[in-house]
């Protein structure tokens, strides 16, 4: 049965519960709800599909500014290194 059709619905797993709770606090400390928080949240965010395209549009931006344009070797050697280097600073 669904919600509301007469039987209950688990209560979230303990670190979910600690995450809706952390967020209903930081929400609560601007002074909206946790739907208003997350909503202006979500409009801060984007989907993978917005991620790629001002990726797109970065590059090339930045092939017409300065003739800039890696292969995708390079891409990946690039993206690999970034790994390495927030893994490195997460670490600490």
């Known amino acids: 049965m669904s919600p509301g059709r007469g039987r209950a619905v688990p209560p979230p797993p303990p670190h979910g519960r600690k995450a809706k709770d952390r ?3 930081i929400a609560a400390a601007e002074g909206l709800s946790l739907r208003a928080y997350l ?3 979500a409009e801060t965010l984007l989907t993978p599909a917005g991620r790629a ?3 797109e549009k970065a590059l090339a931006a930045s092939k017409e500014w300065n003739g800039y344009a890696p292969t995708a070797v390079e891409e990946q050697d690039l993206d690999s290194e970034l790994d390495r280097r927030l893994a490195q ?3 600490r």
């Open 23 to 25: 967020l209903a606090a």
């Open 39 to 41: 909503a202006r949240l």
């Open 53 to 55: 395209e001002r990726a």
């Open 89 to 91: 600073v997460t670490s």
